[in-house]
């Protein structure tokens, strides 16, 4: 990559915003890192020497001074139902594209309904939720289809070992109280009150594992541009338990990469003309996985390796999904072929 092309990082002072600019650096951009809080960009500027600068997303002059000179804008601070819009203007304005790692189907459903047409009309690309929550799944489901045919069903599963919340995330589920959405008869449709649940076998990753029904972003990245009946997402339980609890702490250093301990398996089971497959994606700490495949899509896009051409994509909409996969080297990645969907299948 040429190492003249920059990239903003919004929300840089961020959990997951410190990750995708050492990743950014780490394959040669130059970063511009942008906060709303100038006393911790500059408390981070004691061990990080690129730029940064101060901007709002109330204020547009600022959003367009801090991005100024920026190839792309990755934004990783949420809740996104209040940054991803003032950002993606900003990113229009300047004519460059914008990525975000939101997991909220309205922040993402916000940016489809009020910018595609004219991201499309203006030639930028907007790829909204293009990290672990959104994008890893539409990969993975891209990548076990036949994208030119109708498939019938997709499963995902995501189980964790653990979820120690960052701040953010907490922020972001006392903001958001929008009805969520599955896909049924190639409809999004309201989840189901209450919340099915139902077991999932995570083989040796997790075991068996209590799960609920509970769709993030993928849900729309996927729909988008994959003909599928019928999608629905499952979540673990205990995960899930750990998350509400307000006496979780947030997660901690655990390695040299400064990622936690957790572990992550992503289940998606595909059924497509009388076939069904599972692809399983394992890994270490959901948020710090997110940047290699922020960075990949962003160096991927700046290179001229997509199909985009204007408006809200996906990862494996633009990108050869089964590329993109093997060039994670955070992730694992197996297919099992040809399985019975019983073996597979939530079972309530």
């Known amino acids: ?100 790692v939101t997991a909220e189907q309205p922040a993402l459903q916000a940016i489809i309904d009020q910018r595609h047409a004219g991201a499309r009309d203006a030639g930028v690309s907007l790829i909204p939720a293009a990290a672990f929550y959104g994008g890893l799944a539409d990969l993975l489901v891209t990548a076990a289809v036949d994208a030119d045919q109708p498939i019938e069903r997709v499963d995902i599963a995501v189980g964790l070992d653990s979820w120690h919340p960052t701040r953010g995330t907490r922020v ?20 189901p009150s209450p919340m099915p649940e139902g ?43 750990e998350l509400r609890d307000p006496n979780t702490p947030p ?6 990469m400064g990622r936690s301990a957790q572990q992550f398996v992503m289940d998606v089971v595909v059924a497509q003309s009388g076939v069904t497959r599972r692809v399983t994606a394992t890994g270490q700490d959901i948020y710090a996985v997110s940047a290699p495949i922020i960075v990949e899509a962003t160096e991927r896009l700046l290179s001229g390796k997509s199909v985009s051409k204007g408006g809200v994509v996906s990862l494996g909409e633009i990108f050869d999904a089964s590329d993109f996969l093997a060039a994670l080297d955070t992730v694992k990645v197996v297919f099992d072929e040809k399985k019975s969907l019983a073996e597979f299948s939530v079972q309530g």
């Open 1 to 100: 990559m040429n190492n003249k092309m920059t990239v903003a990082v919004y929300g840089a002072t961020g959990h997951t915003g410190r990750f995708v600019v050492a990743e950014l650096k780490r394959r040669g951009f130059g970063v511009v890192r942008i906060g709303r809080d100038a006393e911790r960009l500059k408390e981070i500027s004691a061990n990080d020497d690129s730029p940064w600068r101060v901007a709002s997303t109330d204020d547009p002059q600022q959003l367009d001074a801090a991005i100024r000179g920026a190839h792309a804008v990755i934004n990783c601070a949420g809740p996104f139902l209040d940054t991803a819009l003032p950002i993606v203007d900003a990113a229009l304005r300047a004519g460059i594209p914008y990525l975000d």
């Open 172 to 191: 972001t589920g006392e903001r958001n109280h929008a009805t969520r959405f599955v896909q049924r008869s190639g409809k999004l449709t309201p989840l």
């Open 199 to 241: 077991a999932w076998s995570f083989a040796e990753v997790l075991g068996d594992a209590e799960v609920v029904m509970l769709p993030f972003t993928e849900v729309l990245t996927v729909s988008r541009h994959l003909r599928v009946d019928t999608l629905e997402s499952w979540f673990g339980l205990a995960a899930l338990r």
């Open 251 to 256: 997660p901690q250093p655990h390695d040299d």
